[in-house]
């Protein structure tokens, strides 16, 4: 029998990987492939953080494959020429891959279909990457969702109940296997090296890292995940983020994982239903992106285009990304970021919150930031996650809705444990003043080693003095858009 080329893009792994179940159910040889197609990408093209992440899934996925017989090919280019090309080489059947969402993803599909056409061979597209795919699900008017409470009431509603397939136990191998290009060349490693030591002590990339990940989240932090997700300083998150961005577990395999262990675990129901509906929230992210493609550039809500956003490079700007803006949660999360590779969902808000309205920083730059130092970098969530933040985005979050980082490391870090982690100067600071530093009588700043300006910076924004300001820049940009309304006669 001729070869199928299963095209293992945005799915790197052997459980519940349905263009990889198809194509092993026929029985033809199977030509796993990776293409490391950056020109496709553009400004998209992966972050170092997530590079070094796929570098370690890489050479767990293709130890899986020999694991079953089989060998994980990896080329470099367009990934519709080398897809050609390895047709024309091993007279391959067909071209399965599964589904992606993103404007790169669907042109890419498109073009491997008319390939697949021109050479009279099967091509095939899985959905596998969602629970819901984005045409099934639209308002009573036909129209997508862009508020994520009516879109999550109905897509519960549509939700089926899963049984994920398992990682095949052999695959059928070719006569003779394809030249694959060594892994090195696909040029994954950060500069310097050293930058991502303190990244791999945190985490373990690869398929069986993933299973682990689950197995610990539904054992342990499930049953107090409803609460505990929103705690810093605890292990209270599944940290699935991102073996999901890289496809290395399937999200139906999560989906029923959690369902089991709340059917099993009367104690873990809520902490379940609580899990799911922030996977809601990855869902409803990839359902903007597919019908609003221009999303990862373009306002959603249209008056922000006005908005006197601040553009570019800046020392403000650099502050932030360094931790170094004199307010401890903030600092916490950044440095948490390039320590680790990941940053706490609440503390994310809370960052993106004080950059585009504390620092009226364009989301756009924040984004930049997020795509190129996170592990789990996903364009859809990262946009929604920027916009949304910024106001301009999906869901009912008005922009005068801004974070206070003192009242939110008070409420949700309350014994300081996060910050005296990732801000270690402070950590002799009482809890009164740990996210205060600069409201802290100066003995006990020098009791607890802390000089402000020079040990740890003064605060780079005066909180009352910004607040003012971002919504004042909110009032100017409706007051052009009347402007505008007005001179055109609307």
């Known amino acids: 029998m001729n070869p199928i080329i299963v095209l293992m893009n945005g799915g790197l792994r052997l459980d519940d990987q349905p263009a990889?179940?198809?194509?092993?159910?026929?029985?033809?040889?199977?030509?796993?492939?990776?293409?490391?197609?950056?020109?496709?990408?553009?400004?998209?093209?992966?972050?170092?953080?997530?590079?070094?992440?796929?570098?370690?899934?890489?050479?767990?996925?293709?130890?899986?494959?020999?694991?079953?017989?089989?060998?994980?090919?990896?080329?470099?280019?367009?990934?519709?020429?080398?897809?050609?090309?390895?047709?024309?080489?091993?007279?391959?059947?067909?071209?399965?891959?599964?589904?992606?969402?993103?404007?790169?993803?669907?042109?890419?599909?498109?073009?491997?279909?008319?390939?697949?056409?021109?050479?009279?061979?099967?091509?095939?597209?899985?959905?596998?990457?969602?629970?819901?795919?984005?045409?099934?699900?639209?308002?009573?008017?036909?129209?997508?969702?862009?508020?994520?409470?009516?879109?999550?009431?109905?897509?519960?509603?549509?939700?089926?109940?899963?049984?994920?397939?398992?990682?095949?136990?052999?695959?059928?191998?070719?006569?003779?296997?394809?030249?694959?290009?060594?892994?090195?060349?696909?040029?994954?490693?950060?500069?310097?090296?050293?930058?991502?030591?303190?990244i791999a002590a945190n985490w373990l990339p690869g398929e069986a890292g993933a299973r682990v990940m689950l197995e610990k989240f539904v054992a342990e932090v499930m049953v107090g995940y409803k609460a505990g997700r929103d705690i810093p300083g605890t292990e209270g998150t599944s940290r699935l983020s991102p073996y999901l961005a890289h496809g290395e577990i399937s999200i139906r395999r999560i989906w029923h994982a959690c369902q089991k262990a709340a059917a099993l675990d009367e104690g873990a129901a809520g902490g379940s239903e609580a899990y799911l509906r922030e996977i809601?929230?990855?869902?409803?992210?990839?359902?903007?992106?597919?019908?609003?493609?221009?999303?990862?550039?373009?306002?959603?809500?249209?008056?922000?285009?006005?908005?006197?956003?601040?553009?570019?490079?800046?020392?403000?700007?650099?502050?932030?990304?360094?931790?170094?803006?004199?307010?401890?949660?903030?600092?916490?999360?950044?440095?948490?970021?390039?320590?680790?590779?990941w940053m706490h969902n609440r503390v994310r808000m809370i960052v993106a919150s004080f950059l585009v309205k504390d620092l009226l920083w364009h989301w756009h730059d924040g984004a930049k930031w997020f795509w190129d130092t996170l592990v789990d970098a996903d364009l859809?969530?990262?946009?929604?996650?920027?916009?949304?933040?910024?106001?301009?985005?999906?869901?009912?979050?008005?922009?005068?809705?801004?974070?206070?980082p003192i009242t939110q490391g008070e409420k949700f870090d309350p014994d300081g444990a996060y910050v005296r982690r990732f801000v270690p100067e402070l950590a002799a600071l009482p809890d009164a003043y740990i996210h205060k530093p600069f409201e802290a009588p100066a003995e006990v700043l020098r009791a607890a080693g802390v000089t402000l300006g020079v040990t740890y910076p003064k605060p780079m924004v005066d909180r009352k003095l910004a607040r003012e300001r971002a919504l004042a820049a909110l009032a100017s940009t409706r007051a052009d858009q009347v402007q505008s309304l007005c001179h055109t006669g609307a």
């Open 20 to 198: 990889l179940a198809a194509a092993a159910a026929k029985g033809a040889p199977i030509l796993p492939l990776f293409v490391m197609d950056d020109a496709a990408h553009g400004q998209w093209a992966m972050g170092a953080a997530s590079r070094w992440w796929l570098r370690q899934s890489l050479t767990s996925l293709s130890q899986s494959f020999e694991d079953i017989g089989s060998r994980l090919i990896l080329r470099t280019g367009d990934t519709a020429d080398v897809a050609d090309a390895l047709v024309a080489e091993t007279g391959a059947s067909g071209l399965y891959m599964l589904r992606g969402y993103s404007p790169t993803a669907r042109k890419l599909e498109a073009v491997l279909h008319d390939l697949c056409a021109m050479r009279a061979i099967e091509c095939r597209r899985f959905s596998g990457s969602l629970l819901i795919e984005p045409e099934h699900i639209a308002t009573g008017g036909g129209t997508p969702y862009t508020v994520f409470t009516p879109f999550w009431r109905r897509a519960r509603e549509l939700v089926q109940t899963f049984t994920p397939t398992p990682a095949p136990k052999r695959l059928s191998a070719p006569d003779t296997w394809p030249e694959s290009t060594p892994l090195a060349a696909l040029k994954l490693d950060p500069v310097p090296a050293a930058w991502a030591e303190p």
């Open 280 to 341: 809601g929230w990855r869902e409803f992210a990839h359902h903007l992106l597919y019908h609003f493609p221009d999303l990862p550039q373009k306002n959603l809500k249209a008056q922000f285009d006005a908005f006197p956003w601040r553009e570019g490079d800046g020392a403000a700007l650099k502050e932030w990304r360094q931790g170094l803006t004199g307010f401890p949660i903030v600092d916490a999360g950044m440095r948490e970021l390039w320590q680790t590779g």
């Open 380 to 404: 859809a969530n990262n946009t929604m996650g920027w916009q949304w933040v910024a106001g301009c985005g999906p869901d009912a979050a008005p922009y005068f809705r801004i974070f206070n």
